[in-house]
């Protein structure tokens, strides 16, 4: 990271600097929140979590070199602190001025569904032109995303930062921190209902990142979602809205899309061929992803690069060599088997989209899923609507476990009774009876909300 002086530091974060042996001029070479991964003259800043108390550590810290620590509360020790009100806060304040200090393009990415795989997409096209810094594996939360941005060099040209929220006022504090050049929106779907009530609800949610994007900042939007299609301007420019076709939803306000594809060709697991039209321009391209869904991350990759000055071979190289994160709809062979990793998270939209995915897979097509979280109250017809997609699609078998993933079962049972249905209470019990049951040419998709802990079923089938 580029060097911070603790002055500078402390101003920051509207802090006192204190300590016996304060030397204002002192500068940090990282932050960290972890005392775990203090280096040399490294920041540490002491966060009270729901597990531990980062205050606990400070003089560990000191002792494994670091040079200042942020604290709530005053110390006895004679090293350099700064004193704060909130940790959490300060670490915010620090990350939005340590980004402003920095000559880049920043690219926010938010929406309920696709975030971290359109954040991959576009900065493997982005890449192709310039030294790009993203979001790493998830870190897109009020923690996750100083983190990623105290990772930032001088050298780098583009941060391509995803933001999550769970509820309102979160990405006014997220969108401050990071000031967009670029934001991106994939859509409005059913998550974190519990805290934000509707999809109006998720809109007005996701949206105020407007409120804190940089002068002249472009916004990028999902022109065939019914709620990002009627945004008609933001600080008073209209959206890039991308899309599949030229038709637009019926509650459209905009006249038509600047990128949208056409003759999109399903390859199965091997990703999906399109022709990506851009303004004027139009020209073949494959996205090596497999699901039709991964057809708008593209379309949103390429409205981004075309912002940023990219040419379309740029543009086509980027897309043709994106590859995902693990539990992001990686694929894994694996004894004669594949494996559809998408265990990461969950909501209905998603879980559907992956259920496309495997329904396009040869041999024996097997779903193992478990409970989506955060969906209010009505979580269980949500789950039986997933259920009844996928006994549309003709999977030919279901193992899930958790109390939700019932409602699942009951659907797949009500509405396709050849397909071969297996529940149970625990992931524990489901991995008892799914590893034996499992043979060569199988494909298997592996999807749950992050609190189920479905990583430890991909790896038991992976090392079985």
Known sequence: MKDMTLDAIAKACHGQLCGANTMQFLTARGVVIDSRMVQDDYLFVAISGERTDGHQYIEQAFS??????????????????ILV???????????????????????????????????????????????????????????????????????????????????????????????????????????????????????KAKTEMFAHLKDD???????????????????????????????????????????YATDIENLGLKGIRLTLHLGEDAFCVRIPIPGEHNVYNALAAASVGKQLGLTNDEIKAGIENARTIDGRTNLIETGNMIVIDDCYNANPLSMKASIDVLATALGRTIAVLGDMGDLGENERSLHYEVGMHLAKKGIDILFCAGTLSHEIARAVRDANPSCSVHEYETRDDLLKELLPFLQEGDSVLVKASHFMKYSDVVEAIITM
């Open 64 to 81: 494994d070199g670091a040079l200042a620590v942020i604290t709530e509360k005053p110390l006895t020790i004679l090293k350099p602190y």
């Open 85 to 203: 009100t909130s940790t959490r806060q300060a670490l915010k304040d620090l990350a939005a001025y340590y980004l402003s200090r920095l000559d880049l393009k920043v690219v926010g990415i938010s929406g309920s569904v696709g975030k971290t795989s359109t954040k991959e997409i576009i900065a493997s096209v982005l890449s192709q032109k310039y030294l790009v810094h993203k979001t790493a594996g998830n870190f897109n939360n009020e923690i996750g995303l100083p983190l990623t941005i105290f990772k930032l060099c001088e050298e780098h040209q583009v941060a391509v930062l995803e933001m999550g929220i769970s509820d309102f006022g979160e990405m006014h504090r997220l969108a401050a921190v990071a000031r967009p050049d670029i934001a991106v929106l994939t859509n409005i779907g059913l998550s974190h209902l519990k805290t934000l009530g509707s999809r109006e609800g998720i809109l």
């Open 217 to 259: 900042a472009c916004v990028v939007l999902n022109g065939d979602d019914d709620l990002l299609c009627t945004i008609t301007q933001v600080q008073g420019k209209p959206p890039v809205f991308y899309g599949i076709g030229t038709d637009c939803p019926p509650a459209a306000l905009y006249g038509s899309k600047y990128a």
